[in-house]
């Protein structure tokens, strides 16, 4: 059952004692005032749907707990010993000096019925409302769009640490597994621990235990019955499928059919790295530089540097990519809705505001914003999904790259959509293709600008985007004065969010994205509640209000 906090204090309550001792305008300082009012019992009476049984921790204990936790970045032993022992934390959570801790486990059990709920994110939910209420957002028209990658909390493992992992998985987690490795698995020891003794800089005998364990691996699957498995084991089978086959190819010589295979010459495209953690990915910032983890998208208000949305993914493959992923959580931001206009606008902009773009917790309309991001996110989907949701994109344009180094680019040629032509530097002009594929062919030959143009024996060939003309009006926008000039003032401030974001807090703590996705909404919480609070937020005749200058 739900536990609630005493309305009468304790003979010895922290905040009593001590409380003339916190910071005003810290969150230690908020949090012991206005615990109970931003975090309120009904808000999570949900998690707690029996009336029997032991009464749980009061949950805006717990809350302002997860708040704190998220913003010092500490463990769950950490915090609750902070609970224990700091007397800011036991002023913020309502406690008295002598009261103990809960149980670290306390944190673990809380978060997974928040993530089991109908309303994983209800942390940041709440904080987000006192944002709308203060109306520190009216009037700011515009939002950025950023990416930071978030390192992962397991160790990156070789291809055969994870064979190996995988098949004892199988035997571990799916149901007649352990005979069927006994039986099928043969040509490795499973139960030994540690890695293969073998000559490890002896490419034939590296060569060999690869064979060994692909092809233990492949008799393994080929006599599960996927069928039957439920979901979990499923998973497990899945994992083990995708980690025989990414990094491996047939020998040199060889199809594969008679055992033998060797490390693939390449890396896989949205390889996994590890076996305990799946979700993980490498990503790379620069050519040189990578890192492993997963990604944090968010939109942020760039005056103010408030979070007004934030979504985790894997750090690579498709459902990760900056593009998508950021137009579609500006279109869940729900502090773009008509109520946090100017009042006067509200009718005006109720009637013009287009359709907001589709997503899970799409508001129905939303207020027209200019949209800042860097080059990443100029796909011609996400500005086609831009302009149909009617805002501006303040975006750096797509690089484009030619053919030649220092040669033609894309934008040289003159593409004539009405008329389904495109014309060359040269004057020759040929017709689009149905699948936009346009072939300039023998019509190189002879052309005095080649060189300039293209190496290719058959001549210049162009693979027109389907929103090439979006693109190509949004690069001849990027050069004007105020575009640039916007651009140039406001992104070094969606940097100063990434960086209050990741201060210290670089690498997550959990496995998978859905757990992490949690934590990185409690930060984002925990961000804006002390950024609020150094704009100057207070609560007045029961309103959040931003205090005036």
């Not at 162009?462 to 190509?472: A, F, I, K, S, V």
Request: hydrophobic share 40%; net charge neutral.
């Amino acid at each position: 059952m739900q536990g609630r906090s005493r309305d009468q204090r304790d003979l010895f309550d922290a905040e009593s004692m001590a409380g003339n001792l916190l910071e005003r305008g810290s969150v230690f300082a908020f949090l012991a005032e206005q615990r109970l009012t931003l975090f309120p019992e009904e808000m999570f009476a949900d998690l707690f749907r029996s009336s029997r049984g032991r009464p749980s921790v009061p949950a805006d204990v717990v809350a302002a707990v997860l708040v704190l936790q998220a913003l010092h970045g500490l463990s769950d032993r950490e915090a609750t010993e902070a609970v224990a022992f700091d007397l800011r934390w036991k002023a913020a959570c309502g406690l008295g000096v002598q009261a103990p801790a809960f149980h670290p486990t306390t944190l673990t059990y809380w978060r997974r019925r928040l993530a089991a709920s109908e309303r994983p994110n209800r942390i940041f939910e709440a904080v987000n409302a006192v944002v709308m209420e203060t109306g520190v957002l009216r009037g700011k028209n515009r939002r950025a769009l950023d990416s930071t990658v978030l390192e992962d909390a397991v160790a990156t493992q070789d291809t055969v640490t994870q064979l190996i992992a995988a098949i004892r998985r199988v035997a571990r987690e799916v149901t007649g597994g352990k005979e069927l490795v006994a039986a099928h698995c043969t040509r490795h020891d499973y139960s030994s621990p540690g890695k293969p003794r073998i000559a490890w800089d002896d490419p034939g005998a590296r060569d060999e235990l690869v064979s060994a364990l692909v092809s233990d691996a492949l008799a393994l699957l080929a006599h599960l019955n996927v069928g039957s498995l439920e979901e979990d084991e499923a998973q497990v089978v899945a994992l083990l499928a995708v980690v025989a086959g990414q990094d491996v190819e047939p020998a040199e010589g060889s199809d594969g059919t008679d055992g033998r295979w060797r490390i693939a010459r390449k890396v896989a495209y949205d390889r996994v790295i590890s076996t305990v953690d799946p979700a993980t990915r490498h990503a790379h910032k620069t050519v040189a530089q990578r890192r492993n983890g997963f990604k944090a998208h968010v939109v942020v208000e760039p005056t103010t540097g408030l979070f007004t949305a934030t979504k985790l993914t894997k750090a690579a493959g498709p459902q990760s990519a900056d593009g998508s992923v950021g137009t579609d959580l500006l279109a869940a931001d729900t502090t773009l809705s008509p109520e946090s206009a100017e009042p006067a606008e509200d009718a005006a902009q109720a009637e013009d505001a287009p359709q907001a773009m589709a997503g899970p917790q799409a508001p129905a309309r939303q207020i027209p914003v200019e949209v800042l991001a860097d080059s990443a996110y100029g796909t011609g989907e996400a500005l086609a999904a831009l302009e149909a949701a009617g805002h501006t994109a303040i975006i750096k344009p797509w690089p484009l790259r030619p053919a030649v180094p220092g040669g033609f680019t894309l934008e040289d040629f003159t593409v004539d959509e009405a008329a389904g032509t495109v014309t060359c530097p040269n004057g020759l002009t040929r017709t689009i293709s149905p699948k936009r594929k346009v072939t300039f062919g023998a019509g190189c030959r002879g052309c005095p600008l080649r060189d300039r143009c293209t190496t290719s024996a058959r001549g210049r060939k162009l693979d027109l985007h389907p929103h090439d003309g979006l693109q190509r009006a949004h690069r001849a926008r990027a050069q004007q004065p105020g575009f640039q000039d916007t651009y140039r003032t406001l992104r070094p401030m969606v940097e100063r969010s990434i960086a209050w974001l990741t201060r210290g807090n670089r690498k997550v703590r959990y496995r998978g994205i859905a757990k992490n996705d949690h934590w990185l909404h409690h930060r984002a919480a925990a961000i804006n509640l002390k950024r609020l609070l150094t704009l100057g937020l207070q609560r007045t005749g029961g309103t959040w209000v931003m205090a005036t200058a």
